[in-house]
């Protein structure tokens, strides 16, 4: 059965699937076929339709959503079709076994004052700036997958002509606008990038500090870590999370103590607090109600027998990492970010103002227009909106 499977996906990979669809695909068949191995299936012509129920049994018990079922069913349709196809099989024994109804949610968006409030509260003297400027503002203004913005190379951009080239999934290329804000900060962006020695030379247009081009979790950490950050330049959500965060937890007086901080001295980042050591903290500071408190009663308890110079530490008396710091804050804060909720945002923007929806089916790239419809639901919620705030009668 291996050999079989080993054949499909390279149907597969002929077929131009995206790497996202092969790599979910080999996870779910290699499971099922394993899982038919141990149930005494040796062969792919003794598959029934009573071993796929058994299977899909077993993953429902494993508590999978609904729509990882789904594509489960779906891959084993596609692989048990791809046998027939091949006269390995006369019946495919998945053709009657019924997907579990997935309930279509309406996408989150993120308001675009927000996206604003991101840029404009981006730490200017940082090398990324001009990089993670020109993400975000792509990410909105392209409507871009994250896959798509990773893989964009230079030589698909055509800046004379405001246009540039991705491709999407199933290898489908297609043409976007590149105007306005996005293509002034990409300019900005492959400036500076032009002036770095140190980087390699590469046809990627975005770029680690190594030279090597972004991967899709860089891109999640960099759109978080200015969501966060951009978050905390606002006074009412840093009292706000305030009145959330544990008193009673030597942790939560640190947290306390860094939202003190921030506060109290609204041009710092918690990429200036994790840098902080103890020799270098302003005397002024220890005014500070839980900041002192956190100094004279928790930092020793963390230290131990460590002699360590920064500030701030975590529970197991080590320097508190940024990351670390981003990941804490996100948690009070109580929202996540991602590239796809700007590909939200980008769609639904275009339908608030009256583009036409085969038009925004075009720019996202989707097959299917049905996949484009839900952003109508996301714009009729907005009229209600309206229509609540306005109307005497509402």
Sequence with gaps: MNNYLEDYYLILIENNASPNTLDSYKRY???YVKFLSKKGVKSVTKISPVDIKKYISYVNKRGLAPSSISIIISAIRSFHKHLVLSSIIDENPALH????????????????EEISLMISSMKKSSKFYERDKAIIEMLYACGLRVSELCDLSVSNLFIDDELLRVLGKGSKE????????????????????????????????????????????MVFNILEKHFIESKLKDKKIIHSLMRVINFNKSDGIRDLGISEVLLHYPHLFLFDIYKL??????????????LRKYMYDVRPKFILKQDV??????????????IELIKIFRNYVGRKISPHLLRHSFATDLLKNDA????VQDLLGHSDISSTQIYTHLDKRHLK?????????S
Excluded: C
Excluded at 97 to 112: A, G, N
Excluded at 356 to 359: E, I, K
Excluded at 385 to 393: A, C, G, L, W
């Design 29 to 31: 068949l290699d499971d």
């Design 97 to 112: 076994i019924h997907s579990p109804k997935v309930q279509k949610k309406l996408p989150e968006i993120i308001e675009r």
């Design 174 to 217: 297609r043409l976007l606008p590149l105007m306005g804000r996005a293509k002034q900060y990409l300019l900005e962006y492959l400036d500076s990038k032009s002036k770095n020695t140190i980087v390699k030379k590469s046809d990627s247009v975005f770029i680690s500090n190594n030279g090597n081009k972004l991967t899709r979790m």
């Design 277 to 290: 050591k103890v020799n270098t903290l302003p005397k002024n500071w220890i005014k500070l109600e839980y």
């Design 309 to 322: 110079d920064y500030v701030f530490l975590n529970i197991k008396g080590k320097h508190l990492k940024y």
């Design 356 to 359: 036409d929806l085969r038009f």
């Design 385 to 393: 909106k309206i229509y609540q705030n306005h109307h005497p009668r």
